[in-house]
């Protein structure tokens, strides 16, 4: 089965261009060395009480990749949590 993902670059000071990924499932941060890590961070900007709600703008893969430095291996790539 083919997992739709959704890209996102977030906006706020702290988490400034951090890279996140949804899949039908799962959410995940982007970190340079390891790949896709799974996370819960994307969660705060969904919430409409956090300081966060709503600092992200969706991105496509090929921006991620072109704009935003995540590794085109990494793009179907997924690590676990560790």
Known sequence: ???KETYYRLLDEKHYNTIVKVDSV???????????VESAL???YLDD???????YEEITADEAVAK????PEHIMKVLQYE
């Open 42 to 44: 994307f969660w705060y």
């Open 1 to 3: 089965m083919n997992k």
């Open 49 to 55: 009480s956090s300081d966060l709600y709503e600092k």
């Open 68 to 71: 935003y430095g995540v590794k």
């Open 26 to 36: 799962t959410r995940y941060k982007y970190v340079p060395v390891k790949g896709w």
